[in-house]
């Protein structure tokens, strides 16, 4: 589930793509090219002063205490997950199963033979041919030859399928969050440079992914004017906070939903593929 250490973390990859947008082995977009150094969390005066000392720009960014409140307005429904990409294969031409694609742990190939299902779900360590054999364990009276099972004739024609596990969602909660984005520099034409490129940048970055898959969005901005006290000698600060609200969301995996093909091979006749769909 998304929360306010993922928006601060994605504050941080804006901040950074903002302020060097040639990747960091390059110089800033702040003219003179100065050290900057992005990071979550608050400093400690022993930061400040090492930053003042090495003429290192300092942007941090943090969930303001407090300044959270629910906004929950959805009721809780699963949502159906997205039909997962399936990378093995199952082709049937008569009674010989091909088993093909690549091995992913947890997909599933699936028989149903003279109204009898079988099932099995692939290991990290099979192979195609371990997927036949393996398959082979559970039909009785069939057989293998590497990855191509000779299913038993029965009679009635059978039907294969392949599937994988899905991941639904459901949003349990919605938080808005207000997050603080502090500069504190070596000069005030430093400041003034930083703030100016980092306030567009951020009121325009109207979402955000989360982790989960889940979208936080921006809520506005409010920026504070500059910070000129004569705390810190030789340190001008500013500090621009932004309000993002995002999910809280429930997860689960759901069973693989399979779509069983059977061949229909008549005698004198070309072959014919008919779907049938099932869950």
């Known amino acids: ?99 093909g694609g690549t091995v992913t742990a947890g997909e599933v190939v699936a028989i149903i033979i003279a109204g009898q299902p079988y099932s099995y779900t692939a290991l990290s360590t099979d192979t195609l041919d371990t997927i036949a054999a393996a398959l082979v364990g559970l039909v009785p009276g069939a057989s293998a030859s590497g990855a191509v099972v000779n299913l038993p004739d029965t ?6 399928a392949v599937g994988a596990p899905g991941q639904a969602t459901m949003e349990v909660g919605r938080q808005r969050q207000v997050f603080s984005v502090w500069i504190w520099a070596t000069t005030p034409v430093l400041r003034d440079a930083l703030f100016s490129a980092l306030q567009p940048a951020i009121a325009m970055a109207l979402r955000m992914t989360m982790p989960d898959g889940s979208t936080a969005t921006n809520k506005g901005l409010q920026t504070g004017g500059p910070n ?4 810190r000698a030789g340190t001008w600060a500013r500090d621009l906070r932004v309000t993002w609200e995002y999910a809280i ?31």
Request: glycine share 6%; no cysteine; net charge negative.
């Open 1 to 99: 589930m998304a929360d306010s250490s993922d928006v601060e973390q994605a504050l941080v990859a804006l901040v950074v793509a903002t302020l060097y947008p040639a990747g960091t082995s390059s110089p800033s977009a702040i003219a003179g090219t100065p050290k900057i150094s992005v990071e979550r969390g608050w400093p400690t005066e022993a930061d400040v002063r090492a930053a003042v000392t090495g003429s290192i720009q300092l942007i941090r960014i943090h969930a303001i205490p407090g300044m959270a409140r629910n906004a929950a307005r959805y009721e809780w429904q699963w949502s159906a997950p997205a039909a997962p990409a399936v990378t093995l294969t199952a082709t049937l031409a008569a009674n010989l199963l091909t088993i």
């Open 155 to 160: 009679g009635t024609l059978p039907s294969v």
């Open 228 to 231: 000129d006290l004569p705390a």
């Open 249 to 279: 969301q429930a997860s689960m995996t759901g069973g693989p939903a399979l779509i069983f093909q059977t061949e229909l091979a008549p005698p004198a006749a070309s072959a014919e593929t008919v779907t049938v769909s099932s869950i």
